[in-house]
T-cell receptor, first 114, second 116 residues
Framework: DGGITQSPKYLFRKEGQNVTLSCEQN?????MYWYRQDPGQGLRLIYY???????QKGDIAEGYSVSREKKESFPLTVTSAQKNPTAFYLC?????????????FGDGTRLSIL | AQKVTQAQTEISVVEKEDVTLDCVYE???????LFWYKQPPSGELVFLIR??????QNEISGRYSWNFQKSTSSFNFTITASQVVDSAVYFC?????????????FGAGTRLAVHP
């Protein structure tokens, strides 16, 4: 079945540590996105990528980094510069340039600080 | 400004009751799209419906119906005869066509609890 796979489901970060969240899709979508969800809030866009080897900052990119070396993969690194990383992270994808098409989401990764 | 407001933070109903989730949006774009997503306890967002700004026809899908009113910038979602399985957080989202990329603006969500 086509879809988006995020791993791990739960992740714990130590002080000063960088951690990487994985996102893989087999939907053949060009565009991929990372969102952060905090309790009682909507999703906020961290980074997005419309094509391989290209990505742009979203609304809350500070303390995060991404790469897009393959169409299928869009990993997110939460760096030690992100002082409040505890949140639920969702990866999404969509067909490029078709703004009327919905974004498809993965199951999410819950990140906590040890 | 482009914004989505879901004023109802939490709603609690008893099974078989009808419930309406409100969504009000702001945009200056003449062409835009509106979406509803469901987030069950497992965490993933499930796409429910898409509506474009030129189509004000209401839609019904089983127990779900959507009322889009451009005059009041609202896109409300009604669940008829609610069931326990409807318990989830529901998000309304706006996709403006200005801005150059496929940006989705989410409301804060409404948590629906359906009790047996």
């Amino acid at each position: 079945d086509g879809g988006i796979t995020q791993s791990p489901k739960y992740l714990f970060r130590k002080e000063g540590q960088n951690v990487t969240l994985s996102c893989e899709q087999n939907l053949n979508h060009d565009a991929m996105y990372w969102y952060r969800q905090d309790p009682g809030q909507g999703l906020r866009l961290i980074y997005y990528s419309q094509i391989v080897n290209d990505f742009q900052k979203g609304d809350i990119a500070e303390g995060y980094s991404v790469s897009r070396e393959k169409k299928e993969s869009f990993p997110l690194t939460v760096t030690s510069a992100q002082k409040n990383p505890t949140a639920f992270y969702l990866c999404a994808s969509s067909i490029y340039l078709r703004v009327n098409q919905p974004q498809h989401f993965g199951d999410g990764t819950r990140l906590s600080i040890l | 400004a482009q914004k989505v407001t879901q004023a109802q933070t939490e709603i609690s109903v008893v099974e078989k009751e009808d419930v309406t989730l409100d969504c009000v949006y702001e945009t200056r774009d003449t062409t835009y799209y509106l979406f509803w997503y469901k987030q069950p306890p497992s965490g993933e967002l499930v796409f429910l419906i898409r509506r474009n700004s030129f189509d004000e026809q209401n839609e019904i899908s089983g127990r779900y119906s959507w009322n889009f009113q451009k005059s009041t910038s609202s896109f409300n979602f009604t669940i008829t005869a609610s069931q326990v399985v409807d318990s989830a957080v529901y998000f309304c989202a706006l996709r403006p066509t200005s801005g150059g990329y496929n940006k989705l603006i989410f409301g804060a969500g409404t948590r629906l609890a359906v009790h047996p």
